[in-house]
Nanobody, 125 residues
Framework: QVQLVESGGGSVQAGGSLRLSCVAS????????TAWFRQAPGKEREGVAN???????AYTDSVKGRFTISRDNGKNTLYLQMNSLKPEDTAIYYC???????????????????WGQGTQVTVSS
């Protein structure tokens, strides 16, 4: 049984930093595309960052230069380092595990079969 458990969310002031973690069990994150998504109040869920098996990464434009996705294969854990946070980053953040293999193909939710429960990030101005 695949489980993804996120942690690290919280409340920070604008300009602050947070690091989210997602521990995977029953799933080898190093062999697949994994990603972070987020959903702000009243908005659709959107892809934030992904990382493929080779470590190549991609980001949505609004977080480029501020967020960094990484993976620790030994711990089977996905991370999202978020710096220079803005109020518009406020959302529930979800990690997602892909099933299409080693490469990432953007942020199509249909490509991700496993999802964490989400962790709240709140950024105040």
């Amino acid at each position: 049984q695949v489980q993804l458990v996120e942690s690290g969310g919280g409340s920070v002031q604008a300009g602050g930093s947070l690091r989210l973690s997602c521990v995977a069990s029953g799933y080898n994150a190093s062999n697949h595309c994994t990603a972070w998504f987020r959903q702000a109040p009243g908005k659709e869920r959107e892809g934030v960052a992904n990382i493929d098996s080779d470590g190549s990464t991609a980001y949505t434009d609004s977080v480029k230069g501020r967020f960094t996705i990484s993976r620790d294969n030994g711990k089977n854990t996905l991370y999202l380092q978020m710096n220079s946070l803005k109020p518009e980053d406020t959302a529930i953040y979800y990690c997602a595990a892909g099933i299409r293999g080693a490469a990432c193909y953007g942020f199509f939710e249909i490509d991700f079969s496993y999802w964490g429960q989400g962790t709240q990030v709140t950024v105040s101005s």
